[in-house]
């Protein structure tokens, strides 16, 4: 294990989400069919019963497998997707476990899912149902899951559904579509775009095949997929060397020659020539950032951003004595920061009672908030856990990367009182900047960053946020992984 695990171990598995959502995002069977109304269920182009068996690389390594079919089922789809994969992140290799089961409408829109995700240390688990335009989600065990709405526009497809329903075998080269896609594993929703860029000839398993070469992009992050001209899936790649290939199930399912491939937190995390010696001392950073779209995150609070050019100034923390606390619970711009949620859980009894036992009533909004952290910081084992991360879980497993940090703190700091935030980006650790989650904390009128996995109250500048919010936004720096450039113009005491 690396020498950074025992004393940094939360450096971040955003790029778990990145994997598993490139796993999900290209699937299924395709073939001819009609999006502008019901699907002619048993008629040309029916796609029922339908299975792909895909092996799963990483370069040349083979880490696992998926497995997808579509059936019918009382005049709708039943689409059962279910994947292996053996994820080598922060110097340890864990098996993680995916599952969905999902009924679609005769549009392949999503009707109801239940969704799994697994490691050897913990589990995550989702279901949800489409009410007309609502989408209602739950989250942990029948008799302690709590329940959020969400309205859409309109209703989603699923990833593995996503490749039919946009009826690659119909389109021409150039010729792109749109269709919001939601992803089970982060609870987010957002478009995705589905473009045929060329046809091409390649081989799997020793036979040559003409294909479609379809581009797909979602939350900024492309990856490639090659529809044969049967419809079916022979091929996609992702990032970070990342690829499936069309297989028979029993080469699916043979792991016998697979070995440890290379660490994907080490792809995804960025180069820098200037060496930081002590980046907790710092009390300014500016960074040339080259990345490829803009993030509007970047810019507010400690942050600047202009002329691609990042700019960190440390944060003061306010005066104990002088914030008392008042109440923000009817500001509606902090609302959503006290509020509980699909992976934020602070209504639950057990995350009150453990902030309860952690801060004071009497304690200065301040003080909360570095009890929190502190708490955190020395009761939380520093590992990494390949699930979604939930604060319940967390605070009952006591252990967990990053993201579980950031959940629990976010969610013992509203049972607290205090508006609290995630934000995710970038930090230093040895010459590199790699994918961190870390929180934030509304102050005496502004925003004050603290990181539970180093202790830091307020985080060190080498902290550079892209995106803030819920967990979700997780999925908005995917695009970055393996893309981003940063060089280190200045730093100061």
Same mark, same amino acid.
């Given at each position: 294990?690396?020498?950074?695990?025992?004393?940094?171990?939360?450096?971040?598995?955003? =790029?778990?989400?990145?994997?598993?959502?490139?796993?999900?995002?290209?699937?299924?069977?395709?073939?001819?069919?009609?999006?502008?109304?019901?699907?002619?269920?048993?008629?040309?182009?029916?796609?029922?019963?339908?299975?792909?068996?895909?092996?799963? &690389?990483?370069?040349?390594?083979?880490?696992?497998?998926?497995?997808?079919?579509?059936?019918?089922?009382?005049?709708?789809?039943?689409?059962?997707?279910?994947? &292996?994969?053996?994820?080598?992140?922060?110097?340890?290799?864990?098996?993680?476990?995916?599952?969905?089961?999902?009924?679609?409408?005769?549009?392949?829109?999503? @009707?109801?899912?239940?969704?799994?995700?697994?490691?050897?240390?913990?589990?995550?688990?989702?279901?949800?149902?489409?009410?007309?335009?609502?989408?209602?989600?739950?989250?942990?065990?029948?008799?302690?899951?709590?329940?959020?709405?969400?309205?859409?526009?309109?209703?989603?497809?699923?990833?593995?559904?996503?490749?039919?329903?946009?009826?690659?075998?119909?389109?021409? =080269?150039?010729?792109?579509?749109?269709?919001?896609?939601?992803?089970?594993?982060?609870?987010?929703?957002?478009?995705?775009?589905?473009?045929?860029?060329?046809? +091409?000839?390649?081989?799997?398993?020793?036979?040559? /095949?003409?294909? @479609?070469? =379809?581009?797909?992009?979602?939350?900024?992050?492309?990856?490639?997929?090659?529809?044969?001209?049967?419809?079916?899936?022979?091929?996609?790649?992702?990032?970070?060397?990342?690829?499936?290939?069309?297989?028979?199930?029993?080469?699916?399912?043979?792991?016998?020659?697979?070995?440890?491939?290379?660490?994907? =937190?080490?792809?995804?995390?960025?180069?820098?020539?200037?060496?930081?010696?002590?980046?907790?001392?710092?009390?300014?950073?500016?960074?040339?950032?080259?990345?490829?779209?803009? &993030?509007?995150?970047?810019?507010?609070?400690?942050?600047?951003?202009?002329?691609?050019?990042?700019?960190?100034?440390?944060?003061?923390?306010?005066?104990?004595?002088?914030?008392? #606390? @008042?109440?923000?619970?009817?500001?509606?711009?902090?609302?959503?920061?006290?509020?509980?949620?699909?992976?934020? !859980?602070?209504?639950?009894?057990?995350?009150?009672?453990?902030?309860?036992?952690?801060?004071?009533?009497?304690?200065?909004? *301040?003080?909360?908030?570095?009890?929190? *952290?502190?708490?955190? /910081?020395?009761?939380?084992?520093?590992?990494?856990?390949?699930?979604?991360?939930?604060?319940?879980?967390?605070?009952?497993?006591?252990? #967990?990367?990053?993201? +579980?940090?950031?959940?629990?703190?976010?969610?013992?700091?509203?049972?607290?009182?205090?508006?609290?935030?995630?934000? *995710?980006?970038?930090?230093?650790? +040895? $010459?590199? &900047?790699?994918?961190?989650?870390?929180?934030?904390?509304?102050?005496? $009128?502004?925003?004050?960053?603290?990181?539970?996995?180093? $202790?830091?109250?307020?985080?060190?500048?080498?902290?550079? !946020?892209?995106?803030?919010?819920?967990?979700?936004?997780?999925? +908005?720096?995917?695009?970055?992984?393996?893309?981003?450039?940063?060089?280190?113009?200045?730093?100061?005491?």
């Amino acid at each position: 294990m690396k020498k950074i695990l025992p004393w940094a171990a939360g450096i971040a598995v955003a =790029v778990l989400f990145g994997v598993l959502l490139a796993w999900r995002m290209a699937g299924g069977p395709s073939g001819p069919a009609s999006t502008d109304g019901p699907f002619a269920l048993g008629g040309e182009g029916d796609p029922a019963g339908r299975e792909v068996w895909l092996s799963a &690389f990483q370069n040349d390594d083979k880490i696992g497998w998926s497995h997808r079919k579509l059936t019918r089922e009382d005049g709708a789809w039943f689409l059962l997707e279910e994947s &292996f994969l053996r994820i080598n992140a922060m110097g340890a290799v864990q098996p993680i476990r995916v599952k969905t089961t999902a009924r679609l409408y005769p549009d392949l829109t999503l @009707k109801s899912f239940d969704f799994s995700l697994g490691s050897n240390l913990v589990s995550f688990s989702a279901s949800g149902r489409m009410e007309g335009r609502t989408l209602v989600l739950s989250t942990g065990g029948p008799d302690e899951g709590t329940e959020t709405k969400i309205e859409l526009p309109r209703p989603p497809y699923l990833g593995a559904g996503l490749m039919f329903a946009s009826r690659v075998a119909e389109m021409d =080269v150039g010729e792109s579509r749109s269709f919001p896609l939601f992803d089970p594993a982060t609870l987010g929703t957002s478009p995705a775009t589905v473009e045929v860029v060329g046809e +091409e000839t390649i081989t799997v398993m020793g036979e040559e /095949h003409r294909a @479609k070469k =379809v581009k797909l992009t979602f939350m900024g992050n492309s990856q490639s997929a090659w529809i044969g001209e049967d419809g079916e899936v022979l091929r996609e790649k992702a990032m970070l060397g990342l690829r499936m290939e069309r297989a028979d199930r029993q080469t699916a399912l043979d792991m016998s020659g697979s070995g440890q491939s290379a660490d994907l =937190v080490d792809l995804a995390s960025v180069p820098v020539d200037v060496t930081i010696p002590d980046p907790s001392s710092l009390a300014l950073l500016k960074v040339r950032v080259d990345t490829p779209r803009e &993030f509007p995150g970047m810019d507010g609070g400690r942050q600047t951003f202009a002329d691609r050019v990042l700019t960190v100034a440390k944060e003061t923390l306010p005066d104990p004595a002088a914030d008392p #606390g @008042k109440d923000v619970s009817q500001d509606p711009d902090l609302a959503p920061y006290l509020e509980a949620g699909p992976f934020i !859980r602070s209504d639950h009894p057990q995350v009150i009672r453990a902030a309860q036992e952690i801060v004071s009533p009497q304690d200065p909004p *301040v003080v909360r908030a570095k009890k929190i *952290v502190s708490w955190a /910081h020395t009761e939380l084992e520093k590992r990494p856990v390949f699930s979604a991360p939930e604060a319940l879980a967390t605070l009952r497993t006591r252990m #967990g990367d990053c993201n +579980e940090h950031a959940v629990l703190v976010a969610a013992l700091a509203r049972a607290a009182r205090v508006p609290a935030r995630m934000e *995710v980006g970038l930090t230093y650790m +040895e $010459g590199r &900047f790699y994918y961190h989650a870390w929180d934030a904390f509304y102050l005496s $009128g502004q925003w004050i960053t603290g990181d539970a996995v180093f $202790g830091q109250f307020p985080a060190d500048v080498t902290h550079l !946020r892209f995106a803030s919010g819920a967990p979700k936004t997780q999925l +908005e720096i995917m695009g970055l992984l393996g893309r981003v450039n940063l060089e280190i113009l200045e730093f100061s005491q």
